[in-house]
């Protein structure tokens, strides 16, 4: 009975985390395929999330449909391996929505604490200057 309640809690866990397709520019800005703005934040490293609890409820986490016909790294990003669960990068760095953001163009997350921001098309490549710029899950 315990394991049966731990695997259902588990499974309702996961029905909270939102799968999405492969992001994509839209004009000048990275959004998902809705027109959604998708920003990078400061604190994390290459493949590593910085942000939880509290931060991810503002800033949810743009995470990858393995479904949508895309192939990439087959690792999770942080604490998002435990659930199985892949987030998409740009250079390496976790994407993330803004909670604050209604409809698709708006980017009112931008610059928000001084370490979020949008990922525009002219961004330099991130990380290390071996860094190839494009996105994986």
């Known amino acids: 009975m315990k394991k049966q309640l731990l695997i259902a809690l588990g499974l309702s866990s996961l ?3 939102h799968l999405h397709a492969q992001p994509a520019f839209q004009g000048d800005l990275l959004t998902d395929p809705a027109g959604k703005t998708l920003y990078v934040f400061d604190k994390d490293q290459a493949g590593k999330s910085n ?3 509290a931060c991810l409820q503002a800033w949810p986490a743009y995470t990858a ?3 949508s016909g895309t192939e990439g790294a087959s690792t999770a990003v942080g604490r998002l391996a435990s659930q199985g669960v892949q987030q998409w990068t740009w250079n390496k760095l976790p994407l993330y ?3 604050g953001d209604q409809k698709p163009g708006d980017r009112t997350g931008d610059g928000s604490g001084g370490v979020w921001h949008v990922v525009k098309r002219s961004a330099p490549a991130a990380v290390t200057s071996t860094t190839t710029p494009g996105y994986s899950y």
Request: hydrophobic share 50%; proline share 0%.
């Open 15 to 17: 029905a909270t985390i």
């Open 51 to 53: 942000c939880s609890g």
């Open 65 to 67: 449909d393995a479904a």
């Open 97 to 99: 929505y803004f909670a």
